[in-house]
Each structure stands twice: as structure tokens, then as C-alpha cells.
């Protein structure tokens, strides 16, 4: 596609339960990002995948988040048990190769109530 | 870890006046981006400087690297309207991966006509 697309584009949920957010680069890039948002902040990082392997997943909060790309092309965020705190604007990003200009998608606002 | 820190929080322009924000790492930095995101989307590029003491200019957008690679500005001269937005400066630290870009609080622009 044209950007990087990511599904779906809002998502409510009851705590407790276990949610998937999907990300959908653009083709060719190599390296995907995850960060996620909250009002007034600047995106937190992660975790970032070079190809299909995590190169850095130091940015994830705890294990009931995991990621994974298993083609080197879409990536599945998934977070078990979630918690009213988990709420917030998950970003996913792709470059060509790391660390140059990211092309970010419009995001996944998770809401868990 | 690594902080990014961005003042001001806010800033207010008058429509044709200049103003500078600024981004301060805690520690060096292995080259940084700056992204603009406007209310309700995604952040976008602008631009990724590396060298110490780069000075790259876009138009009315003047972006500096310091000498240390510790900080960073951005200056807009003559603001439009359409310069409304929350800019982020974003950097992998030195000692981090080159994919784990940490992102900045940004600077909120609000311009009056």
C-alpha cells in the first residue's frame, strides 16, 4: 500500500480480556516499530523488529506484551490481560532500514474500560 | 536511562513572528529526528541530522545538532498557520540500538492569525 496501515483503527476493551493490534508496512521496509501514546506525550518506544527477528525489545512494559513479524512484513502487537493503563495510541512505524526517516500509520486507539 | 527533555512545553505565536524550541538529551545522542505531528494525526518526518554541529534548513524550518550531540533546535521563522502542531525531537542514544528512537514530551505550537 501507499503508508503503513494499521488495524483496527479503534478498539474498546474490557479489562481482563486479550487484544491484537495488526501493522501493515510499507513494502520493502525492512525495519518496523511499535510505540505507543498517551495524551500530551511524545511516543514511547517498544520495540523494534529488524526483518522478522525483535532487534530491540527493551521498550516493552512487561510480558503481557509480546510482538511478533513472522514474514519480515506485517506485525502483530499482543497484549494479554489488559489493564485500564494499557489505554492509549499504539503507533506503528516502518523504515527502509534502521533508524532513517519513519513513515508512521494513523494508529490503534485502545481504550480498555 | 536516556531522557529527552523539549522546551517549551507550549508555545504561543503571532502569525509572521520567529520562535526556536529546543531538545536536550541526558545523554549523547547518535544523530536526531525531528517530526511534526498535528492535532488528531501521526507524526511526520522532517528531518535527521548526524553530524556534530549540523545545520539543516527546510524552507522557514532551520534545524541545529550541537557540538556535543547533546541538543538540538529547531527555528521557524515568519509562522504560518499551517506551522500548527506538536514537534518531536528523537534520538537513539549512544549506547542504544539504532532503531530505539526515544521521543521527546514536544513542543505544542499554537499560532494566532
Known amino acids: 500500500g501507499a503508508g503503513v496501515s494499521q488495524t483496527p483503527s479503534n478498539k474498546v476493551t474490557e479489562k481482563g480480556k486479550y487484544v491484537e493490534l495488526r501493522c501493515d508496512p510499507i513494502?520493502?521496509?525492512?525495519?518496523l516499530y511499535w510505540y505507543r501514546q498517551s495524551l500530551g506525550q511524545g511516543p514511547e518506544f517498544l520495540i523494534y523488529f529488524q526483518g522478522t527477528g525483535a532487534a530491540d525489545d527493551s521498550g516493552l512494559p512487561n510480558d503481557r506484551f509480546f510482538a511478533v513479524r513472522p514474514e519480515g512484513s506485517v506485525s502483530t502487537l499482543k497484549i494479554q490481560r489488559t489493564e485500564r493503563g494499557d489505554s492509549a495510541v499504539y503507533l506503528c512505524?516502518?523504515?527502509?532500514?534502521?533508524?532513517?526517516?519513519?513513515?508512521f500509520g494513523q494508529g490503534t486507539r485502545l481504550t480498555v474500560v | 536511562g536516556q531522557q529527552v527533555m523539549q522546551i517549551p512545553q507550549y508555545q504561543h505565536v503571532q502569525e509572521g513572528e520567529d520562535f526556536t524550541t529546543y531538545c536536550n538529551s541526558s545523554t549523547t545522542l547518535s544523530n536526531i529526528q525531528w517530526y511534526k505531528q498535528r492535532p488528531g494525526g501521526h507524526p511526520v518526518f522532517l528531518i535527521q541530522?548526524?553530524?556534530?554541529?549540523e545545520v539543516k534548513k527546510q524552507k522557514r524550518l532551520t534545524f541545529q545538532f550541537g557540538e556535543a550531540k547533546k541538543n538540538s533546535s529547531l527555528h521557524i521563522t515568519a509562522t504560518q498557520t499551517t506551522d500548527v502542531g506538536t514537534y518531536f525531537c528523537?534520538?537513539?542514544?549512544?549506547?542504544?540500538?539504532?532503531?530505539?528512537?526515544?521521543f521527546g514530551a514536544g513542543t505544542q505550537v499554537v499560532v494566532t492569525p
Open positions: 541530522l548526524v553530524k556534530s554541529g
Open positions: 513494502s520493502g521496509h525492512t525495519a
Open positions: 512505524a516502518s523504515s527502509l532500514v534502521r533508524n532513517t526517516e519513519a513513515f
Open positions: 528523537a534520538g537513539p542514544g549512544a549506547t542504544d540500538s539504532w532503531g530505539k528512537l526515544q
